[in-house]
């Protein structure tokens, strides 16, 4: 993109929304496109922050990482939605790891630019904190599923929160359109891979999941007709 339509496009995201011209050309201006491969790093957690990344298409991970290197996937970040704010705004080293989960495009803007700005706009300050609390109460509604739920009720909010970021959902089904291993769903869970078959496969054989190519297929009742799970 251009500076002028990057300017554009900045101006239309929820947290540049209402910026005034002059700042969304500033912005445009510090601003830099970059491209991730599916599977790459973005950053990992404990780095240092040199400034934050706003998705323009694809799918993007944030993941802990444990001292014994297991990973755990706590959240996934779509089209418009900003990454890397919390080190850019405590100053403190990456709070998590992220990584492309499907071909992605990104905005990378600069961390001393960005403080300037957002020291000089209360608006952008308001919308920085409206989208932090939003990310703190997403945070709590896992902590909430993690010691309320089990891991099959866990698994099938997963899969329909993917639907809706890459899919479709219906009335009676929710399409994952995306090529998930096991591993990567026990990822987003923190569970084992083993378990994370076991309940695959209970779900294929009540019919209530079927696995076509690489979609997913997550039905709302029990399907007669539904494949059964073959991966």
Known sequence: MSASELATWLGKGVVFGGLDAGELQR???????TSLAPGAVLFEQGEESDGLYIVIRGIVRIYLTADDGREATISLLEDGEMIGEIALIDGLPRSAGA???????????????FCELLDSSPKLTRQVMLMLCERLRAANGQ???????????????LLRQIAVIHGRVERDVSVVDLDLTQGMLAQMLGASREAVNKQLRSLAREKRLAMEGHQIHVFRQPRVEAGQLDR
Do not use: K, M, N, S
Not at 27 to 33: D, K, T, Y
Not at 99 to 113: D, G, M, S, W, Y
Not at 143 to 157: G, K, M, P, S
């Open 27 to 33: 912005l445009a201006g510090i601003a830099r496109e």
């Open 99 to 113: 990584a492309a989960l499907t071909e992605t495009r990104l905005v990378f803007i600069p961390h001393r630019p």
């Open 143 to 157: 902590v909430e599923q993690a010691i309320f739920h089990d891991l099959r009720y866990r698994l099938l909010v």
